[in-house]
């Protein structure tokens, strides 16, 4: 809600502005989700086994970024960035199986319990912690239309799939 007030505000506001919706990055999902899949073979995720997701390369989104202050396309646009390929999260299972070199296993947890245990957390916290509003974050997919991103950004994207491979043949 924060965030969609904020670009409210912006498009009242007379600025130039360009506002980057970024579905999620290539390193937060290696680095959330590898370190404990090389480590322990093992990773909860909140999910759906057939959800979607389209992680976009740091690199990728600093072009989107630096492109759009002298780009005039980009002026006065919101814009949804991802990356160029798209994966269910059991895909994903398979390819971190790939880069890590050893099978992994993603434990899917349904939304009822972590919903409930992010209640818990909430209350306990007096909301702190927001834990219902990373549930809700983190279900649903990340996916979205990057056609105008295409249109706007002069970018050849990079592999998510070469990335991992590359973050794990590294360590």
Request: aromatic residues 8%; charged residues 20%.
């Amino acid at each position: 809600m924060i965030k969609k007030t904020i670009e409210d505000l912006l498009i009242i506001s007379g600025l130039d502005y360009t506002v980057l919706r970024i579905t999620s990055l290539a390193t937060d999902m290696s680095l959330l989700l590898g370190s404990s899949l090389k480590k322990r073979g093992i990773a909860p995720v909140l999910m759906k086994k057939l959800e979607r997701i389209s992680p976009i390369l740091l690199e990728d989104l600093a072009y989107c970024i630096t492109d759009s202050i002298n780009n005039s396309k980009a002026s006065n646009k919101i814009i949804e960035v991802a990356g160029k390929e798209e994966y269910t999260f059991l895909e994903l299972q398979d390819l971190f199986s790939e880069a890590i070199g050893k099978k992994i296993h993603l434990i899917f947890v349904p939304f009822l319990i972590a919903n409930s245990i992010a209640y818990i957390v909430d209350a306990i916290t007096i909301n702190k912690c927001n834990a219902r509003g990373l549930v809700s974050a983190f279900t649903g997919g990340s996916t979205c239309n990057i056609s105008e991103m295409n249109n706007i950004f002069d970018l050849e994207q990079g592999s998510f799939k070469k990335y991992l491979v590359d973050h794990f043949n590294s360590q």
